[in-house]
């Protein structure tokens, strides 16, 4: 499990490794301290020329003290590149987001997962 910590923010972690099927990886997502019962939400789309439509894998609502934790295990993809977002709302009311870029193999497998510590750099 991980820790948030105790800064107010949102979180996106990916378990999948390289060489590992994309089905059933899980992606852990929450946040702490944000806008208190505010929505958050989850999605998957295809990026640099994979065409595969936005699709939401969780919408979510923070608890009264902005706080929240979900996992969702991501289903097959086809072989291409593919952005998840995180998005959230602090708790002035500012759009939160954080993006994880990852890309499949025809076999299925995780090709490419970005580093946590660039999300919020990537769009």
Do not use: C, W
Not at 34 to 40: H, I, K, L, R, T
């Amino acid at each position: 499990s991980q820790s948030v910590g105790s800064r107010p923010g949102i979180y996106l972690a990916i378990s999948g490794r390289v060489g590992n099927q994309v089905e059933g990886s899980v992606v852990r997502f929450g946040s702490f301290a944000v806008a208190p019962n505010s929505p958050y939400s989850l999605a998957v789309e295809g990026i640099d020329g994979t065409n595969f439509p936005r699709l939401v894998l969780a919408r979510e609502i923070a608890n009264g003290g902005g706080h929240a934790e979900s996992e969702v295990a991501l289903s097959a993809l086809p072989a291409g590149a593919y952005k998840i977002v995180m998005a959230g709302y602090s708790a002035s009311g500012a759009r939160l987001t954080l993006t994880n870029h990852i890309s499949v193999n025809g076999s299925g497998e995780l090709k490419t997962v970005s580093p946590e510590d660039i999300q919020p750099l990537l769009k």
